[in-house]
């Protein structure tokens, strides 16, 4: 069993900075991705950014420019740097990892608001 245990969620003001993280435990052979999603209310999971195995990124065009995506050299973490955060940031973060089979974390929440 895997699990994915995220942490750094809170509440800021606008243009402020948050930094998650995620670590991987359990049962773990290796991972062919790992990144966040995310979820507002009232909308759907979104991605928010991913990193491979062999570090090729992608994010979302709404946080291009703003948020970093980083891994540690085994692949069993990651981690999400945000800054100037909006308001239409506001969601509940899931860190998410995928080989063979997909996992998710619990989500941690941030809010952005003055």
């Known amino acids: 069993q895997v699990q994915l245990v995220e942490s750094g969620g809170g509440l800021v003001q606008p243009g402020a900075s948050l930094r998650l993280s995620c670590v991987a435990s359990?049962?773990?052979?290796?991972?062919?991705?790992m990144g966040w999603y995310r979820q507002a209310p009232g909308k759907q999971r979104e991605l928010v950014a991913v990193i491979t195995g062999g570090g090729i990124s992608n994010y979302a065009d709404s946080v291009k420019g703003r948020f970093a995506i980083s891994r540690d050299r085994a692949f069993k973490s990651v981690s999400l740097e945000m800054n100037s955060l909006k308001s239409e940031d506001t969601a509940v973060y899931y860190c998410?990892?995928?080989?063979?089979?997909?996992?998710w974390g619990q989500g941690t929440q941030v809010t952005v608001s003055s």
């Open positions: 998410y990892a995928g080989e063979a089979a997909e996992y």
């Open positions: 359990g049962r773990i052979i290796s991972f062919g991705v």
